[in-house]
């Protein structure tokens, strides 16, 4: 593939800063020197056109550099996080003939045995570069989302905002993948993290100035309730995005009041159509539009579906979720305004029916999280022989108020707050997170 959008803006930048770590600074010619020695690593190991390329690492200027490299010689790359458990199994479904490791100072690389034979990994092998998705779920098996590059990459090649940005979602994120390239290619800073922990994420906010923080509505949440906009600096920010799960509307609230000069936008993105673009009503308000260039959305029975020409060839070990004229059903469960904004209510999978209500847990863990005391708040349902289900809550909180007579408050907040059938029978109190490591809550 031609990446001369990307080399020219490399060359064009030269002498300004590109990547920003805790210990070192690199410039766009330092990036460049990198993909040149990326380059030359490519040809002493072998590595041509259409070979599947697993990439185990964080952001950094090596992986960076790699990364353009391998998409410039056609080559199917499988970013694989340092966070991932079972990294063999992804190579496995992948059927990846190289691993680079990138986690120690020196790159190691080994070749597998693997011979690919998938129809689609076949007919994309040196004809076009690739990109392999897999999703984070917590339960199952994670599907494996096969990306024909170009598609995904077009939509750089036009000049967008240069902004400071940090590199919060993981590198084998669709969001990630997008923060990378939208930031690079339009000559922007990124700030690289070691860690996802709260205090490092300001710390560098602070320290480089950032201005777009691309995050979670969870990691918002710990933000607020940890007070971490007093601890640090964070008046450099001018665009806070968020996406990957549902956003409490009064996490939302009370963030667009701590920060009432900051744009507040919501996201949206699926491993199997990439991120598309949208319009927040506001930045307190969890109504959007979503489409742009080369997106089209429909909806049936409150469901929204998806067609786009940025969307994945399909998995490589599950069926084809794309009906006969390209539709994907999202099982987003959606209310629709006339003046076409649309706010999204959460997965249909998770939706509870208790005696015929529907129940969407994300409203009542934005009500729970306003009661005193909670630090985190899951809400799921568990199977009931009279009601179908009954709404159970599972609370993170500190030590002092895990007893029953927090349980009690917990029960009278939500009588005074919350409709009869939508008020958790159960109340299991933590003190533990009650979210993944990709900072998204566990459902």
Not at 78 to 96: F, L
Not at 124 to 134: V, Y
Not at 276 to 305: A, H, Q, R
Not at 384 to 392: E, F
Request: net charge negative; glycine share 6%.
């Amino acid at each position: 593939m031609d990446v001369s959008f990307l080399l020219n803006v490399l060359l064009a930048n030269k002498d300004a800063d590109a990547v920003m770590t805790e210990e070192k600074i690199y410039s766009y010619s330092d990036i460049y020197s990198e993909y040149v020695n990326a380059k030359q690593l490519l040809e002493q190991n072998n590595i041509i056109a259409g070979s599947i390329v697993s990439i185990i690492s964080d952001f950094s200027a090596k992986a960076i550099a790699l990364l353009i490299s391998l998409i410039e010689q056609d080559c199917i790359l499988v970013p694989i996080s340092p966070v991932v458990k079972e990294k063999d199994k992804y190579v496995s479904i992948s059927q990846t003939e190289f691993v680079f490791d990138l986690c120690d100072e020196y790159p190691n690389i080994c070749k597998t045995d693997i011979v690919p034979s998938h129809e689609m990994l076949i007919n994309l092998k040196g004809k076009a570069p690739g990109l392999i998705l897999f999703s984070s779920g917590t339960t199952g098996e994670p599907k494996a989302a096969l990306h024909n590059l170009c598609f995904l990459l077009g939509k750089f090649n036009k000049p967008g905002k240069s902004l400071r940005t940090i590199t919060f979602l993981l590198f084998d994120h669709i969001g990630g993948f997008n923060t990378l390239f939208h930031t690079l290619s339009n000559g922007g800073q990124l700030v690289l993290i070691n860690s996802r922990d709260v205090d490092v994420v300001c710390k560098m906010i602070e320290r480089y100035r950032v201005e777009l923080l691309p995050t979670s509505p969870t990691f918002l949440n710990i933000l607020l309730l940890n007070k971490m906009y007093e601890k640090y600096d964070l008046s450099s920010l001018k665009i806070i995005t968020y996406g990957t799960e549902p956003m409490p509307q009064s996490t939302l609230g009370y963030l667009h009041r701590i920060f009432p000069n900051t744009l507040l936008k919501q996201t949206y993105g699926l491993s199997e159509v990439g991120i598309v673009s949208t319009k927040s009503e506001n930045s307190d308000s969890l109504w959007i539009k979503i489409g742009g260039e080369g997106v089209e959305t429909k909806i049936i029975d409150d469901i929204l579906y998806i067609r786009t020409k940025s969307a994945m060839l399909g998995y490589l070990n599950a069926p084809n979720p794309f009906d006969d004229d390209g539709w994907l059903n999202t099982n987003d469960k959606v209310e629709l305004r006339e003046d076409g904004y649309m706010k999204i209510l959460g997965r249909i999978t998770d939706i509870i029916n208790v005696g015929g209500e529907k129940v969407y847990p994300t409203e009542v863990e934005g009500m729970l999280l306003k009661c005193n005391g909670v630090r985190d708040v899951h809400v799921f349902g568990e199977k009931n022989p009279l009601t179908g289900n009954i709404v159970v809550a599972e609370i993170s909180v500190s030590a002092e108020n895990n007893n029953k007579d927090f349980v009690k408050e917990l029960r009278n907040f939500c009588v005074g707050n919350l409709e009869r059938f939508k008020i958790p029978t159960k109340f299991i109190l933590v003190e533990h997170e009650l979210y993944s490591e990709r900072f998204k809550r566990k459902r």
